[in-house]
């Protein structure tokens, strides 16, 4: 009996020690676990609440990108035109001075010589041969330099400038540059906000401020900014370093006594970065929920598992919550990048538009007179003849001229003028009629009055094309003409919008002319195949034996602002608005196949009744 008394309470400690480590071991793996977890999600939460306001700088930056890009594009388009490439002042500055009122957004527009010369539409004629914005054109790059005060404005301004090309395989004739305000980007710096107290700023590619809410870091003309590079504040001058550095990030830093988050990221179209500043309570407030959880954590953890249970839901919770800010993040920057492509499209048609609209004006504008003068060379043949036929007569009737005639029959060379007329005659009308075939296939190629959808000949088209790009296809300095072997099928008419079909066309017979200039080959050649896929079918292959196609390069061919040309000779849209055409807007096909060094196919696969908005 009492062996057994003994053995039960024995039983029983060890049962209440089992129970005891049991009670212990889980409260530490509930604590360990709580604790952990806090941590944990304190990281992803602080982590998904900086992105934010990264997100946010990156939103400022490309509305200054986008608008700076614009400004590129117009002073390109100016320094590729026939009247600045002629470098002729006294023409351009006319020019010049309408564009400056049409575009309503250069103070002044420049010609600079490649001596540092300036010439400019306010009257200006100072030597920029120091100026950042030269020496990168002249490089031949289309530039967005740092802003500057004007030697003529006396204003602050952004220098946009653009090379004119000199020619073939030469350094650029000069430079355009055009002096735009520095308000768009003061706009936008001014209203990047996130919370109370945030504000934003931009610096150049020196790290010294050119956007500011603090107007005396800007500095003026009499008194130059200080750059963040030399800011007593090491951290600062840290952050600083990275931006000039084109980095992108988010930092925590002391500003004037109180803790901040500086989100930065460099501009695409300068060489500028723009941050913003946010308190830190701004971003760091949400997480004042999760302390009050480990506090009601570490209470629930006396009570015992239930508690822990309920933390894990609430982590639970929480994660998920996180999950769908990620989530809205990703898609909001899909979202962006979506419409920035929809942009460019549009800017893409808008363009093509505006070209169709013109060579179908220009093709109505020659036609008349090129009519009248070829119509009436006719009537001058019949006249000629009749003439020659008459003085012939003169001479078989009056043998014996007076020695007035014979003087004027010798000095005018009767005989040479009676054999070349006629040739003469046959050669304009030859010219005119050659005109004539050209804005025929100008007025085809720009199909301006046939918008609609319609059965069109695809072998016509392709011809048209090619009689545009004619001049492409001669030889030229150092390169041989390029050799069209057409190798056409029996093709039926085909159901889609001719003009989008042949401006498809046009951008990729440009590609493989372009890709052929750029090769050695000896004996360049497009080949241009048609024929029937199927009943429903039809494939039109065009094939150079240019340089061809990387691998890498393939897979991104038609990618929206790809491109493999230099700065200034290719905007990346024409193979994109190519593959629109083609696969969006006719449900049809377009494959690349390609090899290095041997050449490069496009196949088009078009439907014969496509199924057409």
Same mark, same amino acid.
């Given at each position: ?10 039983q029983l ?18 604590g ?16 998904n ?15 200054i ?8 594009t ?19 500055k006319p ?9 309503r957004t ?8 490649p ?20 020496? !990168? ?6 530039a ?7 030697? %003529? ?5 952004i220098?946009i ?57 800007? +500095? ?13 504040n090491l ?15 988010? =930092?925590?830093?002391?500003l ?8 930065? %990221?460099?501009?695409?179209?300068a060489n500028?970065?723009?941050a ?22 570490? +209470?629930l953890?006396?009570?015992g598992l239930?508690?822990?249970? !309920? ?18 993040t ?11 492509n ?62 007035? @005639? ?17 040739k ?5 009308s030859?010219g005119?009629?050659? @005109?004539r ?8 190629f ?10 069109v000949?695809i ?5 048209? $094309? ?7 296809l ?5 390169k041989?003409?390029?050799?069209? @072997?057409?190798?056409y ?14 401006q498809a066309?046009?951008?990729?017979f ?25 009943? &429903?079918?039809?494939?039109?292959? @065009? %094939?150079?034996?240019g340089?061809?196609i ?8 038609? &990618?929206p602002?790809f491109?493999?040309r230099?700065?200034? =000779? ?16 006719? $449900?049809?096909?377009i ?10 196919e ?12």
């Amino acid at each position: 009996m009492s062996n057994k008394t003994n053995i039960v309470p024995e039983q029983l400690k060890r049962r209440s020690q089992i129970l005891l480590l049991i009670v212990i071991t889980l409260s530490m793996g509930i604590g360990v676990t709580a604790i952990t977890s806090y941590n944990i999600l304190k990281v992803m939460l602080l982590e998904n609440l900086k992105q934010q306001a990264l997100f946010k700088a990156e939103q400022g930056r490309n509305d200054i990108d986008q608008w700076l890009s614009i400004r590129k594009t117009e002073i390109n388009t100016l320094a590729n035109s026939p009247v600045v490439r002629s470098l002729d002042w006294q023409l351009m500055k006319p020019y010049l001075q309408s564009e400056v009122a049409r575009l309503r957004t250069f103070l002044l527009i420049a010609l600079v010589k490649p001596d540092g010369g300036l010439i400019n539409t306010q009257g200006g004629q100072p030597n920029v041969k120091d100026r950042e914005f030269f020496r !990168r054109s002249m490089a031949g790059e289309i530039a967005a330099a740092d802003p500057i005060v004007g030697r %003529t404005s006396q204003a602050l301004q952004i220098q946009i400038s653009s090379p004119i090309s000199g020619k073939i395989n030469t350094s650029p004739s000069g430079v355009l540059m055009g002096g735009i305000p520095i308000d768009k980007v003061v706009e936008v710096i001014s209203n990047l906000h996130q919370g109370k107290k945030s504000y934003a700023f931009a610096l150049n590619s020196k790290g010294i401020p050119i956007a500011h809410p603090n107007k005396s870091l800007i +500095g003026s003309p009499e008194k130059p900014a200080d750059s963040f590079l030399d800011s007593p504040n090491l951290k600062l001058a840290e952050i600083t370093r990275q931006m000039v550095d084109k980095r992108t990030s988010i =930092q925590l830093v002391q500003l004037d006594g109180k803790w901040n988050y500086i989100a930065y %990221t460099p501009m695409k179209e300068a060489n500028w970065s723009v941050a913003l500043v946010v308190p830190r309570e701004n971003i760091e407030s949400p997480l004042q929920v999760l302390n009050l959880l480990a506090v009601v954590l570490g +209470g629930l953890l006396i009570v015992g598992l239930v508690g822990a249970w !309920r933390q894990v839901q609430m982590y639970e919770q929480i994660c998920d919550r996180a999950l769908s800010y990620s989530q809205q993040t990703q898609q909001l920057s899909a979202t962006l990048k979506e419409l920035q492509n929809t942009q460019a499209q549009l800017l893409q048609t808008e363009k093509m538009s505006s070209l169709g609209q013109l060579v179908a004006g220009v093709a109505h504008e020659i036609n008349n007179p090129i009519g009248f003068i070829h119509s009436n060379l006719i009537h001058i043949g019949e006249y000629s003849d009749g003439i020659l036929n008459l003085l012939e007569l003169y001479q078989q009737t009056y043998t014996n001229p007076t020695p007035q @005639i014979s003087y004027q029959l010798e000095e005018l060379d009767i005989e040479f003028i009676a054999k070349d007329l006629p040739k003469l005659i046959d050669s304009m009308s030859s010219g005119t009629t050659r @005109i004539r075939t050209i804005v025929l296939s100008l007025r085809n190629f720009a199909r301006l009055d046939e918008a609609d959808i319609k059965l069109v000949d695809i072998h016509e088209g392709l011809d048209n $094309t090619l009689m545009i790009l004619n001049h492409r296809l001669q030889a030229i300095s150092n390169k041989p003409e390029i050799k069209i @072997i057409k190798k056409y099928g029996t093709l039926p008419l085909v159901k889609c919008y001719a003009g989008q079909i042949n401006q498809a066309f046009i951008n990729i017979f440009n590609n493989a002319i372009s890709a052929l200039h750029e090769s050695d080959q000896s004996a360049p050649s497009i080949t241009i195949q048609t024929f029937i896929k199927d009943e &429903d079918w039809i494939n039109i292959s @065009i %094939t150079d034996n240019g340089v061809g196609i990387s691998e890498e390069n393939r897979l991104r061919i038609f &990618d929206p602002f790809f491109t493999t040309r230099p700065v200034g =000779q290719g905007a990346g849209l024409g193979l994109t608005s190519a593959y629109q055409i083609v696969v969006e807007r006719h $449900t049809g096909m377009i494959n690349v196949n390609s090899t290095l060094g041997q050449g490069t196919e496009f196949s088009i696969v078009l439907p014969l009744k496509a199924k057409l908005d």
